[in-house]
């Protein structure tokens, strides 16, 4: 194999490709990332065995051929190099990279040694912006558990259906729900459960403004475009009827300053207990009041207006739940909805898109 290209390109594939790469394997070739030369590209490949990334690049290619090279040494090696044209020749199982002045040598495995790619077929694919997809997994995939407990609660739910497309993510303790119209054909109906690290790297590989085509197996999902691919396995079981866990008698509802409210959550979080990180908010009407104790520690109090007429109820939360959600309230005003104390709120945008809510339970309070 024996190939040119620039820096800014070896570079940017590397780092596509680099995430993907575990940080600890008891298989030597999982460190390594798979060189494949060929025509007037090269394609950079990494895999986990979960989760596989495969990334195409434009390259000068005098000899076409393949070499897998250790991932975190190589991708170190390029980021120090000059900005000038990189010239990678790969021998057997070595690779030489040549750059300017500078010169290394890496020695690799034999690419027989990489693990195949999943088998997808593409022929009953279907089609999808990349932007709405990002969409749904920004707003939902931080709300997957990372405790091994209950492993499907692990993946997020991703329902397909006719018209629309669902994505929900939850821990136990609270719950992201984005719903979207599909105005693409073809998509099948069916109830994938993926893990969240596989939609992250849909969500930073691709550009917005490309159309993904999406395909599946028994056991695994693929999405593609022109010039990467992402491949993942899928995530086994029945997924939770989160349906049954969203309140619908929610009686009371408070409209308020989405940033206002962040901030004041935000000082309270910093007197919070490190443990529960709990504060508690006392809805009267025409305002809430936060308070916070902490024993050893020490207290704070804020208040803010918001729009409610209801009767006082006092409720607690986990400070870093609430924050997360308003990360991603998409308008200025976001409203709150409760029935008691000990039952479970939403969260959602006061106006706009409505097709997104949150749910969050309740921490005890304790006088």
Known sequence: MK???????????LGAVSATI????????????????????????????DISVQVTIDAEVETAGAV???????SEITRELEDAPV???????????????????????PEGEFPTFPEVDFSESWKMSAEALQELISHTS????????????????????????????????RLALMTKDLHEAGAPEADLIVPPKALGQVERLFDGEEQ???????????????RRAVFTRLIEGPYPNFDQVIPKDNDKQVVANRAGLESAIRRMAVVASDQTHRVRLLFEPGAVKFRVQTPDLGEAEDELAVDYDGESLEIGFNANYLLEVMRYMSDDDVKLSFKAPERAATLEPAEGDSDYLCLVMPLRLLD
């Open 3 to 13: 190939l040119s290209i620039t820096r800014e390109k070896l570079q940017k594939g």
């Open 22 to 49: 575990p940080a600890r394997t008891t298989l030597p070739v999982l460190s390594n990332i798979l060189l494949r030369a060929d025509g007037d590209s090269v394609q950079l490949c990494g895999t986990d065995l």
């Open 68 to 74: 897998t090279v250790p991932a975190k040494k190589f």
């Open 87 to 109: 010239h990678l020749t790969a021998d057997q199982d070595q690779i030489r990279i040549e750059c300017g002045r500078s010169k290394f040598k890496l020695y690799g495995l």
């Open 142 to 173: 931080f709300a997957a558990s990372t405790e091994e407990s209950r492993p499907i609660l692990n993946g997020v739910l991703w329902q397909l259906r006719p018209e629309s497309t669902t994505m929900v993510a939850t821990n136990g303790h």
């Open 212 to 226: 993904l085509e999406i395909a599946r197996s028994a056991n695994h999902l693929a999405f593609r475009s022109e």
